[in-house]
């Protein structure tokens, strides 16, 4: 049984002792394909980096996070872009054989403050603006900001190629909202395992399995059993055993599915 870690920060300085030790337990469990978020200018190095290293298993993605837009967000996007352009078709050596599969990780975050609320509105429009040009996947990250973050895919809902809601922890209400978006899925991670969680009883009475890819954030919020200790990719078969029983199908079915969404959505076959 093989399966898809859509989101895993691989380029953190967390993993940087070990990363070959990660690399091989996630294939050891399993995991065929990880996709590596970007999150600022540094990214452009560390993703790139990574996803050199291991050519056809670590897929980048380039963005700019809510989190890190701040006054200087147009010169930062500037600097990004170029990096997301596909001058030809086909493999791309400077990116270890694939060019960025998403735009992301990218959103708003109004979580701790809004002092850069302007800005996060800005850079994220702009963000969307170059997925319907470059015909790219969006990555979003979006954090007590649904509303202002659903006008704004709605603005160019018809043009936009698809994309992640990443880390949806939402209710039901909030999970239909999203589901109108047609050519996005929602990314579930190890929060769905947790004790308190809802997600189990939400997702399978509003979210079809058809709609749902797998992610494990890492090396934040590991999943239970897992928790308190450094999240990896491996720990993604998990979050698909969860899933299995919260729907009440076998656990091929959700890896067959979810891998399914992701060659859709991120264009990531395995």
Known sequence: MHYIDTHCHLDGEEFQDDLEAVIARAREAGVQAIGVPGINLQSLDTVISVCKRYPGYCYPMLGLHPEDVKSDWREVLDRIKPFLIHPTPGPSPDMG????????????????????????LEAFEEQVCWSVELQL???????????????IIKKYQKELPG???????GNEHEAEELLQFDRFVLGIGGVSTFKKSHLPEVLPAVVPLDRI????????MAPVPKRGERNEPAFVAYVLK????????????VAQKTNANCKKVLNISI
């Open 97 to 120: 054989g694939e060019y960025p599969i998403a735009i992301g990780e990218v959103g708003l975050d109004f979580y701790w403050s809004r002092e850069f609320e302007n800005e996060q």
């Open 242 to 253: 969860k899933l299995a029983e919260a729907y009440g199908v076998s656990e091929e079915e």
């Open 163 to 169: 994309g992640v809601f990443h880390c949806f922890t």
């Open 137 to 151: 996947p969006l990555m979003i990250h979006c954090r007590k900001a649904q509303n202002e973050m659903v006008a």
């Open 213 to 220: 890819v797998l992610e494990t954030d890492a090396p934040y």
